[in-house]
T-cell receptor
Framework: DGGITQSPKYLFRKEGQNVTLSCEQN?????MYWYRQDPGQGLRLIYYSQIVNDFQKGDIAEGYSVSREKKESFPLTVTSAQKNPTAFYLC?????????????FGPGTRLTVL | QQQVKQSPQSLIVQKGGISIINCAYE??????FPWYQQFPGKGPALLIAIRPDVSEKKEGRFTISFNKSAKQFSLHIMDSQPGDSATYFCAAGGSYIPTFGRGTSLIVHP
């Protein structure tokens, strides 16, 4: 099966702890994205990467970090600097840019910070 | 700053009716306008998309209408079915960064 895997589905952490969310794709897509979804807010772009070893900040990058060491992997770290980290996090990928090729989304990780 | 305004926030229609969701954008440089469908607990999935060189695009029961001068686009779902009950997001953007609307929760009653 080709697709995007996000793990875990639910994640609980104590306030002040860093946490890393996994995103893996076997679609051979060049571009990968991280979004945050809050109730009534729609999706907001955190980071995106067009190629390996390169990534760019999105609209709400503060308190987050990413890496893109492999084409198929784009992990997101939610740091203690993120003021309100509890949210639903979605990873996506596309062969080219989001406007030239279909953007596929993973199933998401719901992070709750206690 | 919200660059894409989506309405209504929620919508209830009867089976067989027409569902209409509207979006308005501000940035005239935007050149790609997709709609996504999201079921609870799942990631969004691309439903249909349009570029500004056409005013309408139809795929099955789903139609996008695009008004470039008004900077508005809308999703029409014909013959709405209970299985269409989901949250719908519009988006707009240029090369790399999409901007999403806040979503519309659609409920289709049987």
């Amino acid at each position: 099966d080709g697709g995007i895997t996000q793990s875990p589905k639910y994640l609980f952490r104590k306030e002040g702890q860093n946490v890393t969310l996994s995103c893996e794709q076997n679609l051979n897509h060049d571009a990968m994205y991280w979004y945050r979804q809050d109730p009534g807010q729609g999706l907001r772009l955190i980071y995106y990467s067009q190629i390996v070893n390169d990534f760019q900040k999105g609209d709400i990058a503060e308190g987050y970090s990413v890496s893109r060491e492999k084409k198929e992997s784009f992990p997101l770290t939610v740091t203690s600097a993120q003021k309100n980290p509890t949210a639903f996090y979605l990873c996506a990928s596309s062969r080219g840019t989001w406007r030239t090729d279909t953007q596929y989304f993973g199933p998401g990780t719901r992070l709750t910070v206690l | 700053q919200q660059q894409v305004k989506q309405s209504p926030q929620s919508l209830i229609v009867q089976k067989g009716g027409i569902s209409i969701i509207n979006c308005a954008y501000e940035n005239t440089a935007f050149d790609y306008f997709p709609w996504y469908q999201q079921f609870p607990g799942k990631g969004p999935a691309l439903l249909i998309a349009i570029r500004p060189d056409v005013s309408e695009k139809k795929e099955g029961r789903f139609t996008i209408s695009f008004n470039k001068s008004a900077k508005q686009f809308s999703l029409h779902i014909m013959d709405s079915q209970p299985g269409d009950s989901a949250t719908y997001f519009c988006a707009a953007g240029g090369s790399y960064i999409p901007t999403f609307g806040r979503g519309t929760s659609l409920i289709v009653h049987p």
